[in-house]
């Protein structure tokens, strides 16, 4: 008799981050969070506790609280800037790209809850042209982790980098993909899956889905290289030039619009190097329902099957 399949533990990047900040600021009484009025959805509760004089609670004024951060960095401390990441880079683009990446601040930028995490409460919380509007400032990093091993490097990095970033961190639960002790490095993609017909990229929440498309296209046959593309800015160009021209296809999946977005990122880089069939999944330039983030993602077509329905299609334009 066949024994039960357990599904995986998912776990939520938000802890992860809590977790490593706490211990950051243990070590190093620089280090200082600002939110906005989010103590709860950025998980700062036992930052609070164990360091009350270090958290700054602006309130709901995103500018102002971009704003308290570059000060505080300018002052000499290590801000790590909170908030929900649809108003964070919303409300506050201009003050990231004046006070931050003009200034080259050492300002650490965590938009919580990005993509579609917010789900039931609709268009207006959905943060998915966050890719979009922040790739294109100079001197900002942008970071989107594939799971709690990984956020809580990409955090650690982010500590010991000097100037501003952005770590996109949702809370919708995923499962370890990452080795224990993972060490993460800027514009490095990670290879998850060797394979010949096409490559899968994708970050995030959607690193686990197409992991799990990559298993079905293999019974069906298919033998798909899958890449985590954490960073999107600075972007690993020879991880994709190497994808174009060894496996002649890649598909990109993200829980952002298909404009401006990973896909579109990489995209740039393969019709200025390696021009391949591509094709992008992700929200297809229209404001998204309400529903939850996991309902949401397999109705824009970015459930594992169909991941892989749209891979094999893909083949074929080979």
Not at 70 to 95: D, H, I, K, M, Y
Not at 112 to 121: R, T
Request: proline share 5%.
């Amino acid at each position: 008799m066949n024994a039960p399949v357990t599904a995986a533990k998912l776990y939520d990047c938000r802890d992860a981050f809590a977790e490593t900040l706490e211990a950051l600021a243990a070590g190093n009484d620089r280090v200082v969070a600002v939110c906005n009025d989010s103590v709860g959805s950025s998980k700062l509760g036992g930052f609070k506790s164990k360091f009350p004089e270090r958290l700054v609670n602006v309130g709901i004024a995103e500018q102002n609280m971009v704003g308290v951060g570059a000060g505080l960095a300018n002052g000499g401390q290590l801000p790590f800037v909170c908030g929900a990441s649809c108003f964070l880079t919303g409300r506050a683009l201009e003050q990231i790209k004046a006070d931050l990446a003009y200034s080259n601040a050492n300002v650490k930028l965590i938009g919580i809850s990005s993509g579609m995490a917010y789900g039931e409460l609709g268009p207006t919380h959905h943060s998915i042209e966050d890719f979009a509007w922040t790739r294109v400032l100079p001197n900002l990093p942008v970071i989107a982790p594939c799971d709690r091993i990984e956020t809580a490097a990409a955090v650690k990095w982010a500590a010991e980098y000097a100037g501003p970033c952005f770590l996109r961190l949702s809370r919708v639960g995923v499962p370890d993909l990452l080795p224990e002790g993972h060490v993460f490095e800027l514009g490095r993609a990670n290879l998850l899956r060797e394979g010949s017909d096409l490559t899968l990229i994708a970050n995030g929440t959607l690193t686990h889905r197409i992991v799990k498309a990559a298993d079905i296209l293999l019974s069906r046959g298919v033998k798909a290289r899958v890449l985590n593309m954490a960073t999107v800015r600075p972007i690993d160009e020879a991880a994709i030039v190497a994808a174009a021209k060894e496996t002649g296809a890649i598909l990109t999946a993200e829980e952002h619009s298909i404009f401006g977005g990973l896909g579109s990122a990489i995209a740039e880089v393969v019709v200025d190097h390696s021009p391949v069939p591509m094709k992008r999944l992700g929200v297809p330039g229209v404001f998204a329902h309400t529903g939850s983030a996991e309902w949401l993602l397999d109705e824009f077509g970015m459930a594992p099957a169909a991941i892989a329905d749209a891979a094999e299609a893909l083949i074929k334009r080979k």
